[in-house]
Nanobody
Framework: QVQLVESGGRSVQSCEFLTPSCVAS????????MAWFRQNPGNDLVGVAQ???????FVADSVTGRITVSKDNSKNALVLEMNSLKPEDTAMYYC??????????????????????????????WGQGTLVTISS
């Protein structure tokens, strides 16, 4: 069974950077689709970024240009590089992994967009979360 442990969450000021990581055990991250989600109290999980088994990445529009997701195979971990942090980035960040990916394409009126969904049937393993707090 895959187990995930996040770390690196902390309190920093705006415009600074953080690099939280998610160490996996029980399976190699290179063969998994892994993603980061975040959640504020009382709100739903929001997809942040994903990287699949082929190394292809997805970053949500809300954080595009400020986040890079990657895998550190030497440490069997998922890494999230966050820069230019904003107070609205404050949330509990969760690491997730699965054999499939959660990015879906939605088309309406000929206009298509992609979104990372928190589908439990896809992401079978979840970490306990690491808190990121950004102050102004």
């Amino acid at each position: 069974q895959v187990q995930l442990v996040e770390s690196g969450g902390r309190s920093v000021q705006s415009c600074e950077f953080l690099t939280p990581s998610c160490v996996a055990s029980g399976y190699t991250v290179s063969s998994l689709c892994m993603a980061w989600f975040r959640q504020n109290p009382g709100n739903d999980l929001v997809g942040v970024a994903q990287i699949d088994s082929d190394g292809q990445t997805f970053v949500a529009d809300s954080v595009t240009g400020r986040i890079t997701v990657s895998k550190d195979n030497s440490k069997n971990a998922l890494v999230l590089e966050m820069n230019s942090l904003k107070p609205e980035d404050t949330a509990m960040y969760y690491c997730a992994a699965g054999s499939g990916c959660g990015v879906r394409t939605y088309c309406t009126g000929g206009v298509c967009s992609q979104r990372l969904d928190a589908a439990s049937d896809v992401y079978g393993a979840w970490g306990q979360g690491t808190l990121v707090t950004i102050s102004s």
